[in-house]
């Protein structure tokens, strides 16, 4: 079965997932991580973490195909806790495995839509792991980037502003108000399954981003959701680690989409991105 229209190769969802990575190792636990995009029912790991040799590098995981293609198949996180003596899977890739010294494994599936879209894998070198495994931390971590992905891929095209007529100009506490709000049912729409829901949530915060100070002259400009998400907190002083909290993004997430939302909007820093972004008419 083939994946759904997002593409894996995508630099800033390669970003997302190698931050997925680090953040599975912290709360996991696992001393090594690593995960992939899976595509046509085949994981690709491209991203690390504490990893100390190549071993892994270039590994492809098949559907049914050791422990990861276990996860995929079933749906559900699997554990093997002696991974090379391990009889409940097979073992195409134990030469990959022990060439890093991993003897604990754990893979955990990325689910969206009901199929398999990542694979995140947590290792330890020891039998006996000296740190408890906190699995359910770790499937925050896969909830969460099965969220960024959903984002990614509800879109096929970046979104520009909402034809709804010529802004309304506000000023003083009202305005402030507004860019609060617009803020807030960005965030929630992000966090919405139902795509007809989420539209409409979204279509809401565009027509509020026109109660802002537009230029109904500048050349149009095309964020995509989760860049405009970004910068509606950005304009409220948030931090990026703040912004991460809100939008349940890893902080080296928060901190690609700026970089990305400011090389579309030409400017240097966070703070000018956001006028260009009110010029626009994206924020209100």
Request: charged letters at 25%; a neutral charge.
């Amino acid at each position: 079965m083939g994946a759904p229209t997002t593409h894996p190769e995508a630099p800033l969802l390669l970003e997302t997932l190698s931050a997925a990575v680090q953040e599975f190792a912290r709360e996991t636990r696992f001393p090594v991580a690593f995960g992939g995009f899976n595509t046509d029912d085949i994981t690709r790991v491209t991203a690390f973490a504490g990893v100390r040799t190549g071993s892994l590098t270039g590994l492809t995981v098949r559907a049914d195909r050791g422990l990861g293609g276990k996860a995929m198949t079933e749906h559900r996180a699997r554990l093997a806790p002696d991974y090379a003596r391990s009889s409940l899977i097979t073992h195409d890739y134990d030469e990959q495995i022990g060439g890093e010294g991993i003897v604990t494994l754990l893979a955990m599936p990325v689910i969206v839509g009901g199929e398999v879209r990542a694979v995140l894998y947590g290792g330890s070198r020891e039998r006996n792991c000296s740190a408890p495994i906190r699995l359910e931390a770790g499937a925050a971590v896969a909830r969460a980037l099965a969220r960024e992905i959903r984002v990614q891929q509800s879109v096929s095209a970046p979104r520009g502003r909402t034809p709804v007529g010529p802004p309304v100009p506000l000023g003083g506490d009202a305005l402030e108000l507004v860019r609060g709000e617009h803020a807030e049912l960005r965030s929630i729409a992000a966090g919405v399954d139902d795509a007809d829901v989420r539209d409409r949530l979204t279509a809401l915060a565009d027509r509020l981003a026109r109660l802002g100070e537009s230029d109904p002259t500048a050349d149009a400009v095309q964020l995509s959701p989760r860049e405009v998400d970004v910068l509606a907190h950005t304009a409220l002083g948030a931090t990026n680690a703040e912004i991460g909290r809100s939008l349940q993004l890893a902080e080296n997430t928060v901190k690609s989409y700026l970089r990305t939302a400011m090389a579309k909007l030409e400017t240097n820093t966070r703070h000018a991105a956001v006028a260009a972004a009110r010029r626009q008419g994206l924020l209100p």
